[in-house]
């Protein structure tokens, strides 16, 4: 594992966003496990707050912030809040993201708008926001959690796979801005990931799926969880502009 201890006496912060459940809370808890203060982001405050006694019971340290990151400003304002409280911004994950899964033919303008606002717009406005604390710094990770239907397509996901692919654009754009001034930008794809996302699916689609994969098995948030931690590790700063399927081998693309 990375080496994760700065020189001087602070912690490195992260923002984590969705980090309620699912992927997000995954990495949470691994980044408060190396020693980051973890800023949790997501709609409702109750299961921060208990993720955060649990990060705290562990020997950690978090904040919360209860924010619907489709509004630009009150997610731009948390970002702000938590710099001005903290002093500081070093890591960035935008992992909250939802689906509106529907054929091409009967999706709606809503549908499309919704999933973009929330999956893409968010990511902009967010990297905005933390682009001058991290610049200050000379330090910054920040990693968009994108996903393989972003690579590849998914029938019924016109929406959310332009929205992730749009990810990849946002990032590479983004590591060629801020790559002098010490920031990387990364993007983390899952595959199939058993979270809430994916409860839903049929045995039989689960299934097929798996068969698909070199690994045969759906991940965990624990894998993408290591994956984050990985490219936003102390010594990670020559990796920038990447992505990262982690999909037991479904794409390998
Ligand atoms: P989930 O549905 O279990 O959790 C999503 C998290 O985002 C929750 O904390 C939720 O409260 C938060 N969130 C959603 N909309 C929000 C909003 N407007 N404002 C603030 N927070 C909001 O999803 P899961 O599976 O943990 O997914 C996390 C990320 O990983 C998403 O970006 C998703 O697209 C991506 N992903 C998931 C895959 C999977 O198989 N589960 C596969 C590929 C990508």
Redesign the pocket.
Known sequence: MADNSTQEDFKRVAFV????????RAIAKRLANENRHVVL???TESPLNDLAHEIEQAGGSASVRA????DGEALAGAIESAVKELGRLDILVN????TRDNLVLRMSDEEFDDVIR??LRSVFVAIRAAARPMMKGRFGRIVN?A??SGLVGNAGQANYAASKAGLVGLTRTIARELGSKGVTANVIA????E????ANLPDQVKDGVKAMMALRRLGT?EDIAAAVAYVSAEDAGFLTGQVIAVDGGLTMC
């Open positions: 966003t969705g980090a309620s459940r699912g992927i997000g982001v997501s709609r924010v619907d990151v489709g992992n909250a993201g939802i929330v999956n959690i996903s393989t899952p595959g199939f990931i979270t809430d996302m994916t948030p």
